[in-house]
């Protein structure tokens, strides 16, 4: 081929190396290296990572009851100490006909 | 050369050409395209473009509202920290009022999601915002289960950056329960509604342990006995006795208030070579002067003192015939005595021999058996009364009874005069000792009260070590015993005689008598206390001693929350001693043991089970996580329309919730948490119509779960229509949790009960007593709130402009 043919292929050649290093050069800049753990605001836009926590089994260790050094409890909550009336058990029969009643 | 030139312009030309040919067939080829590309409708282009925007931005939002989904359920309730844990409670559970409905709560406003966006981002700059909103409408209507239903909106919009006129919305609805799984029965480590033989049952153990607070003294487990379903019998208390034992409960305070010591003591002035009563924990005497109440005429039947008399009256008929110069005749009693000392007179014929003036008397009064008219038998009964001394002291059933024997009542017990009023089967009928013999009696056709027999040692309340309190309710009674005795006396008395007579009145056994059987010394009640503190006794008969309430054991007030909730003291030493009658309740309220149970909202279930099979399917699946058995995954509120429910193959749970059976039993082999305490998770099953039934397969079972078998209707004396607890003969069961039954038999001839020498150990588990509770610094959740699995609306709106 002559010279100029061979600038033609050539000139094509260097521009499509440009182009495509530029192309690589912008698309690495775009995605983000790495992730941000971090807490969802309700009360502004951010970004938020959901934290990949592993799954942890922690095997119970043998039979024995636990023992703990410190207990305490809360005061008792109001609907612990709402005893269930025969009114109650009676309109709990009648639902069981009704809600309770699954059917395949 | 000529021909080099020419050949060379010849190839000049032919280069221009084929330049000018390539250049025209590539403007050529443009020109086709561009020609082609004009005929396309232009809109269709972009319809398509669009088309396939919208595809890839709806693919986005659905991954969007998954990922939204994902978080709040790995959160809502593993992640105490989390905004979205603590929002929900926050704002649904408040700690004073229920809130008003219906409740709107953002759980994620705005949020973006940054895996979806990850993974759209590649070539193409994606948005997206999504938010996720719980919405509240309903709650339970029982005001004893704290449960809601709503729902969460999840909206996700995604569009790509520049090209914001195309935008793709999607939106998603989960059903959503939220549930407090606390119910007022957690209160209770035991709860037993019907009446049960084995409480003082030694082959068959039962431990009871209850909750302790570090910093609340208010905080306590209750046990409630009931006594429903009493066996028929005529005694009006139909109560339940708990045996005394010492060596079980001597270093309890209770003890020592009651008995004013707690060391064991015998009776003083035990003739030498007379066995020793040294189970005594407290003993006194008493001249029978003293006691009031009673008098000698009490005793003119009395065998000690007409023998004596009779001894006497022989005597006085011996020296008859012997002044007479004739042979004695044998002893004799009552009417044969009598006609003895005519004949004596008749042989003597001296009325003013002294002897003849005794046997005189004895004829003219003596009537049978009874002398009490008789002048010389007064003056026995008067030295009785100036030298009898009454003793009395109390034991333990253990110590009168060889208990650990088996078989019911404990029959081979004969024990010397001073200590058989009770128990010696000389002194009773049938083979019994006075005081089973008395219970035994048939009245209009049935046994007094059969259940008296069951004697033995109680079972233990406060924990292996005596030293973990617990309010016991019902009918329930301490018992221990008391035997007494006139002691043995020698005196002189001065018949008609020159000189006194010695006379000796051996032990007179107070026996035990039924209260109903009055007319005797032995029921008549006395003028002074008898016992020392706490308790009435004022009887002389051996007896029961078994009015004290059960708690007086514990020996000081017990503090605790009343029944609405309120901090109060419970005082089992007031005298006289109250007993606990019904379970806990707010004032006003008098529901009945019998009918406290459980009600559910089948509206707030999670989950629905037909059958059991489908729930063990679903949620105890075989995946091989442990390899010592399976794992069940709790959710909620689950409901099963039919069992039976085997989860014997099931070692181990994880998550919270309350298993509902509607019908059907339920099999427990050993059951723990999977992960280790403190932690939140916690089972409870609750059998509407079953039983719990312990593996026969597996021995020392433990189960870590509140277990509560309430039939629904209750009060039924059907025994197939009771809640029970089957051992299967096992030898040690524990449940660290608490149990709540109709009916418990820890001794059954069917073998469903304990083996022999078997436990049944129940702790008390604080996250059941109460699931908010801190255990070594961790507060537990007792919320459990399950997200539905299936999408109950789904749609797409495409357009729209971008956020």
């Known amino acids: 081929m002559d010279n100029a043919r061979w600038i033609v292929v050539l000139s094509v050649i260097f521009s499509m190396m440009a182009v495509l290093t530029l192309l690589n050069r912008y698309a690495t800049r775009l995605s983000p290296a790495t992730t941000v753990t971090g807490e969802e605001n309700a009360g502004s836009v ?3 990572t959901a934290v990949n926590k592993p799954a942890v089994v922690k095997r119970s260790s043998g039979r024995e009851i636990p023992r703990f050094g ?17 009114r109650d058990f009676e309109k709990m029969r009648e639902s069981i006909e009704v809600e309770g009643c699954i059917i395949k | 050369m000529y021909q080099t030139l020419s050949e060379l312009n010849m190839r000049n030309i032919g280069r221009h050409g084929f330049v000018l040919y390539i250049v025209i067939t590539v403007l050529l080829g443009l020109a086709i395209m561009a020609f082609a590309l004009n005929s396309f409708k232009t809109g269709a282009v972009t319809q398509l473009s669009r088309n396939v925007d919208q595809n890839r931005l709806a693919l986005v939002a659905q991954s969007a509202n998954a990922e939204m989904i994902a978080m709040i359920k790995s959160r809502v309730n593993l992640v105490p920290g989390s905004n979205i844990f603590n ?53 339970s209507i029982y005001n004893s289960m704290l449960a809601y239903n709503g729902y969460i909106d999840l909206e996700s919009k995604a569009w790509r950056e520049g090209a914001g006129e195309i935008t793709m919305e999607a939106h998603e609805r989960r059903d959503v329960r939220l549930i407090d799984l606390r119910h007022t029965l957690d209160k209770y480590a035991l709860f037993v509604k019907n009446y049960c033989n084995d409480y003082n049952n030694t082959s068959r153990r039962l431990i009871i342990k209850g909750v302790r607070s570090d910093d609340d003294p208010y905080d306590i487990s209750r046990v409630f006995i009931g006594n429903d379903n009493y066996p028929t019998c005529k005694d009006p208390r139909k109560d339940l006795w708990f045996d005394l034992y010492y060596e079980d409960h001597n270093g309890l305070k209770g003890f020592a208030k ?8 015998s009776f003083p002035g035990i003739p030498a070579g007379y066995p020793v009563f040294n189970r005594l924990f407290y003993e ?20 000690q003192v007409v023998n004596e008399f009779e001894r006497v009256i022989n005597l006085a008929a011996d020296a008859c015939m012997v002044q007479a110069g004739v042979a004695t005749e044998p002893y004799m009693v009552a009417a044969n005595l009598r006609e003895k000392c005519k004949r004596s007179i008749a042989k003597l014929s001296n009325p003013n021999a002294y002897a003849q003036m005794m046997c005189q008397d004895f004829v003219d009064k003596a009537n049978g058996g009874n002398y009490s008219a008789c002048k010389e038998f007064v003056k026995l009964l008067n030295t009785c009364q100036q030298n009898w001394e009454y003793r009395w002291g109390y034991t333990d059933a253990a110590s009168l009874w060889n208990v650990y024997t088996s078989g019911c009542p404990p029959l081979n017990t004969t024990l010397p005069d001073r200590y058989a009023g009770l128990s010696s089967i000389a002194m009773g009928a049938g083979n019994y000792g006075p005081y089973m013999a008395e219970y035994r009696e048939l009245v209009d056709g049935n046994q007094y009260n059969h259940e008296r027999s069951s004697v033995g040692v109680m079972q233990q309340f406060y924990g292996e070590d005596n030293d973990v309190p617990v309010l016991i309710e019902g009918n329930a009674y301490l018992r221990f015993f008391k035997i007494a005795y006139l002691d043995e006396f020698t005196a002189n008395v001065q018949f008609a005689a020159p000189t006194p007579v010695p006379v000796n009145i051996r032990v007179v056994t107070n026996k035990y008598l039924r ?55 419970y005082d089992p030493m007031q005298s006289p001693t109250t007993i606990i009658p019904r379970p806990a309740q ?141 051992l299967n003969n096992r030898s040690n069961v524990t449940i660290y949790g608490n149990l709540l039954v109709d009916s418990l038999s820890l001794q059954d001839s069917a073998n469903s009960g304990l083996a022999a020498g078997g436990k049944l150990y129940i702790e008390h588990d604080p996250a059941i007593y109460n699931a908010a509770a801190t255990l070594d610094g961790t507060k537990l959740d007792p919320y459990h709130i399950s997200i539905g699995p299936v999408k109950t609306s789904f749609s797409f709106r495409a357009g729209g402009s971008e956020i």
């Open chain 1, 46 to 48: 951010k970004h938020v």
């Open chain 1, 70 to 86: 410190q207990i305490s409890f809360p005061k008792p909550a109001a609907h612990t100490l709402m005893i269930d009336q025969p």
């Open chain 2, 87 to 139: 929002t929900i409670r926050s704002k649904v559970f408040l700690d004073t009022a229920s809130p008003t409905l219906p409740l709107t709560v953002e759980l994620l406003s705005p949020f973006e999601p940054q895996e979806t966006i990850k993974l759209a981002k590649v070539g193409y700059n994606l948005k997206v915002r999504s938010s996720a909103v719980l919405k509240v409408f309903r709650r």
């Open chain 2, 258 to 265: 009651i008995f004013g010591q707690n060391t064991l003591t």
């Open chain 2, 284 to 303: 006194n005497v008493k001249p029978f002067n003293a006691l009031g109440g009673v008098s000698v005429d009490m005793f003119v039947l009395n065998p």
């Open chain 2, 515 to 569: 209260k109903d059987k009055t007319g005797s010394f032995l029921t008549t009640q006395l003028g002074p206390q008898l016992a020392p503190n706490l308790f009435d006794d004022r009887f002389m008969k051996s007896r029961a001693i078994d009015e004290l309430s059960l708690n007086t054991l514990w020996g000081e007030k017990i503090k605790c929350y009343n029944g609405s909730g309120q901090p109060d003291e």
């Open chain 2, 586 to 726: 707010p004032t006003g309220s008098t529901v009945e043991a019998f009918r406290f149970g459980r009600v559910v909202d089948f509206k707030n279930a999670s989950w629905n089970y037909v059958s059991a099979a489908d729930f063990l399917a679903e949620r105890a699946p075989n995946d091989g996580r442990t390899s010592d058995g399976k794992t069940l995954y709790l959710d909620g509120f689950m409901y099963i329309a039919a069992g039976d429910l085997d989860l014997s193959g099931v070692t181990q749970f994880q998550g919270k919730g309350l298993i509902y059976i509607r019908q059907g039993n339920c099999t427990l082999g050993n059951l723990k948490r999977l992960n280790d305490p403190p932690t939140s998770d916690s089972l409870r099953i609750y059998l509407r119509r079953g039983d719990f039934k312990i593996d026969p397969a597996v021995d020392n079972v433990k189960i870590c779960a509140s277990l509560v078998a309430f039939y629904d209707p209750p009060q039924s004396d059907n025994s197939l229509q009771q809640g029970n607890i089957i």
